[in-house]
């Protein structure tokens, strides 16, 4: 997770080389071989570790995970830089914890660290050495949490799903869980990249767990329902690479309180997603982390130790462990389905039309016939499908029309699917522009960068402006993302109330995003080595001042930006 410490020192990497190689033998019995319906992190290196018991003895948590195991070459260590099976400090817990009755996960990587093959290329050691946390823990279940840039390496994802494989092979009730980044619409790119290496190994990831936190989208985010789009729009993308996944094989892991960027989630927030959970048989629910589960005492104001808002010792907990006695986790067989838009959002002249795919999936049970309609449409805007009924996993071309007198301006559109067993919504968001328009005046100071300085943009890290490479003209901007920070640069300006704008740049770069925040709240990115223009609209609120934002994604290299409009 993003706010795991690693400690790790040249003694404790020599310490790590001295590590025995463990021959790959079956597990023990000792857990069980169904995925735990709720099992929070808990960071074994921070010291406050005393929360997981309070909470197993005293709050009936029966499960956990326990994070994170580090690869160094082909040896693996604790955050607290020693070797597993033999460390002091973790090992006691994990066994009085077991003791208690909790079940436990193993998770390796984290925002710190990478599992072990992301750093070793050697297929028996790797194998041998996830087989040497099986024996020396007694786990049935393995996390794998992939950040930063390790997501991007499809060499290592490879070996780690030979090495699911080859362990499944040799413990029938292994099970694994890839815990990933995502966005509220979704995996990125390279997220998607890990199931499909997971597909072509011939296995299935049994928990694709998302970490719903640090959208980078503004503080006022709704963090609950960001979950919720998080999740619906995974499960479509697991579908899309293997139409076996239900809600059975996901995750949903929030950080509790306060967030790396600012939005916090609330307990309100976490009793609308467990409701979600119970709703949909969700695989499994956690949260970051038991050991930030308590309000901050005296003048503590650390987010690795604590939630930084006002709760209960243990509220979160108390919020999620009821879903382990209601609907189970793990999926029931209700049959029900998923509906997806893509794109989300477009623009149309009067007098022209925008196209979106309406894709469906079978989230749980068996296939179904959905009949889709729409609501919301201005006068004057016709919206038709075709075709404008399918069977569950089937998809149709919804086809927005637009006359030519209709007013210039957003209008958000209900996509409705309903079938016997009920109906699921989305939103298409429809900019209609007049011609040679964008929509309404507007203007960016110092938009292409052109005078050679920031002014008046400001901005975070080590952004700068460039000449080289550019869009048009001498200068660009280039923003630098950190290993905990996306990087930004923002120009606050403002517009007319109440009116619809688009916003244009020019961007290239892992995951570049441009938007606005402040009076509205809008947003859209690429992960494109060459440039590539981004559009976004949206529509002032009662003051007119929004904040034009662009910015790259922590653990990622360098997002250049050029020639912003703002129309």
Same mark, same amino acid.
């Given at each position: 997770?993003?706010?795991?410490?690693?400690?790790?020192?040249?003694?404790?990497?020599?310490?790590?080389?001295?590590?025995?190689?463990?021959?790959?033998?079956?597990?023990?019995?000792?857990?069980?071989?169904?995925?735990?319906?709720?099992?929070?992190?808990?960071?074994?290196?921070?010291?406050?570790?005393?929360?997981?018991?309070?909470?197993?003895?005293?709050?009936?948590?029966?499960?956990?995970?326990?994070?994170?195991?580090?690869?160094?070459?082909?040896?693996?260590?604790?955050?607290?830089?020693?070797?597993?099976?033999?460390?002091?400090?973790?090992?006691?817990?994990?066994?009085?914890?077991?003791?208690?009755?909790?079940?436990?996960?193993?998770?390796?990587?984290?925002?710190?660290?990478?599992?072990?093959?992301?750093?070793?290329?050697?297929?028996?050691?790797?194998?041998?050495?996830?087989?040497?946390?099986?024996?020396?823990?007694?786990?049935?279940?393995?996390?794998?949490?992939?950040?930063?840039?390790?997501?991007?390496?499809?060499?290592?994802?490879?070996?780690?799903?030979?090495?699911?494989?080859?362990?499944?092979?040799?413990?029938?009730?292994?099970?694994?869980?890839?815990?990933?980044?995502?966005?509220?619409?979704?995996?990125?790119?390279?997220?998607?990249?890990?199931?499909?290496?997971?597909?072509?190994?011939?296995?299935?990831?049994?928990?694709?767990?998302?970490?719903?936190?640090?959208?980078?989208?503004?503080?006022?985010?709704?963090?609950?329902?960001?979950?919720?789009?998080?999740?619906?729009?995974?499960?479509?993308?697991?579908?899309?690479?293997?139409?076996?996944?239900?809600?059975?094989?996901?995750?949903?892991?929030?950080?509790?309180?306060?967030?790396?960027?600012?939005?916090?989630?609330?307990?309100?927030?976490?009793?609308?997603?467990?409701?979600?959970?119970?709703?949909?048989?969700?695989?499994?629910?956690?949260?970051?982390?038991?050991?930030?589960?308590?309000?901050?005492?005296?003048?503590?104001?650390?987010?690795?130790?604590?939630?930084?808002?006002?709760?209960?010792?243990?509220?979160?907990?108390?919020?999620?462990?009821?879903?382990?006695?209601?609907?189970?986790?793990?999926?029931?067989?209700?049959?029900?389905?998923?509906? &997806?838009? !893509? @794109?989300? *959002?477009?623009?149309?002249?009067?007098?022209?039309?925008? /196209? =979106? %795919? +309406?894709?469906?999936? #079978? $989230?749980?049970?068996?296939?179904?016939?959905?009949?889709?309609?729409?609501?919301?449409?201005?006068?004057?805007?016709?919206? &038709?499908? !075709? @075709?404008? *009924?399918?069977?569950?996993?089937?998809?149709?071309?919804? /086809? =927005? %029309? +637009?006359?030519?007198? #209709? $007013?210039?301006?957003?209008?958000?559109?209900?996509?409705?699917?309903?079938?016997?067993?009920?109906?699921?919504?989305?939103?298409?968001?429809?900019?209609?522009?007049?011609?040679?328009?964008?929509?309404?005046?507007?203007?960016? %100071?110092?938009?292409?960068?052109?005078?050679?300085?920031?002014?008046?943009?400001?901005?975070?890290?080590?952004?700068?402006?460039?000449?080289?490479?550019?869009?048009?003209?001498?200068?660009?901007?280039?923003?630098?993302?950190?290993?905990?920070?996306?990087?930004?640069?923002?120009?606050?300006?403002?517009?007319?109330?109440?009116?619809?704008?688009?916003?244009?740049?020019?961007?290239?770069?892992?995951?570049?995003?441009?938007?606005?925040?402040?009076?509205?709240?809008?947003?859209?990115?690429?992960?494109?080595?060459?440039?590539?223009?981004?559009?976004?609209?949206?529509?002032?609120?009662?003051?007119?001042?929004?904040?034009?934002?662009?910015?790259?994604?922590?653990?990622?290299?360098?997002?250049?930006?050029?020639?912003?409009?703002?129309?």
């Amino acid at each position: 997770m993003h706010l795991a410490r690693l400690a790790a020192s040249v003694s404790a990497l020599a310490l790590a080389a001295t590590g025995v190689t463990v021959a790959l033998a079956p597990a023990s019995s000792a857990a069980g071989s169904s995925v735990y319906s709720v099992a929070p992190y808990v960071d074994m290196s921070n010291s406050q570790e005393g929360l997981l018991d309070t909470a197993i003895t005293g709050h009936k948590l029966k499960a956990y995970t326990a994070a994170f195991v580090l690869g160094v070459g082909c040896n693996q260590i604790w955050g607290d830089t020693l070797p597993i099976g033999n460390d002091s400090y973790t090992d006691p817990l994990i066994a009085k914890a077991k003791s208690e009755g909790a079940s436990v996960i193993v998770s390796s990587g984290g925002a710190s660290g990478e599992p072990l093959a992301w750093t070793c290329s050697t297929q028996s050691s790797i194998d041998a050495g996830y087989q040497a946390i099986i024996n020396d823990y007694g786990v049935t279940q393995l996390d794998f949490d992939i950040e930063g840039a390790a997501i991007a390496d499809t060499a290592a994802a490879a070996r780690q799903m030979q090495a699911m494989k080859d362990l499944k092979a040799s413990n029938p009730n292994l099970q694994f869980s890839m815990t990933l980044p995502v966005l509220t619409s979704g995996l990125t790119g390279d997220g998607v990249n890990i199931l499909k290496a997971a597909k072509n190994a011939g296995i299935k990831i049994d928990v694709v767990n998302i970490m719903a936190m640090d959208y980078y989208a503004g503080t006022g985010t709704e963090m609950g329902q960001g979950a919720i789009s998080a999740a619906k729009a995974t499960l479509a993308q697991m579908q899309s690479v293997d139409s076996g996944y239900t809600y059975a094989n996901l995750g949903i892991t929030p950080m509790i309180g306060k967030n790396d960027d600012g939005s916090t989630f609330t307990l309100a927030d976490a009793q609308t997603v467990e409701t979600f959970a119970a709703q949909n048989s969700v695989g499994r629910l956690a949260f970051w982390a038991i050991t930030r589960d308590q309000a901050c005492g005296g003048s503590a104001n650390s987010l690795p130790t604590c939630s930084e808002i006002s709760q209960n010792s243990l509220a979160f907990t108390d919020a999620f462990v009821p879903y382990e006695g209601s609907s189970g986790g793990g999926g029931g067989t209700t049959t029900d389905f998923s509906l &997806s838009l !893509s @794109p989300g *959002s477009a623009s149309a002249a009067q007098g022209g039309s925008a /196209t =979106a %795919t +309406v894709a469906t999936a #079978v $989230a749980s049970g068996s296939a179904e016939s959905v009949s889709l309609a729409t609501s919301g449409a201005p006068s004057g805007v016709s919206v &038709s499908f !075709s @075709p404008n *009924s399918v069977t569950s996993g089937g998809s149709s071309t919804l /086809t =927005a %029309t +637009v006359g030519s007198s #209709v $007013a210039a301006g957003t209008y958000p559109i209900t996509v409705t699917g309903t079938a016997a067993t009920g109906s699921h919504s989305a939103t298409y968001t429809l900019t209609v522009t007049t011609s040679g328009s964008g929509g309404g005046g507007g203007s960016l %100071t110092n938009a292409g960068f052109e005078t050679g300085t920031l002014t008046p943009w400001t901005c975070t890290g080590g952004s700068t402006v460039v000449s080289t490479p550019v869009h048009t003209g001498s200068h660009s901007l280039q923003v630098t993302p950190s290993s905990s920070s996306t990087g930004e640069c923002d120009q606050t300006v403002t517009l007319t109330p109440n009116k619809s704008y688009t916003l244009t740049a020019w961007v290239q770069g892992p995951y570049a995003y441009i938007g606005v925040t402040g009076g509205a709240s809008a947003s859209t990115w690429s992960n494109n080595t060459a440039w590539n223009q981004l559009s976004v609209a949206f529509t002032t609120g009662s003051s007119g001042t929004v904040t034009v934002y662009v910015h790259g994604w922590y653990g990622q290299s360098n997002v250049t930006a050029d020639d912003f409009t703002l129309g």
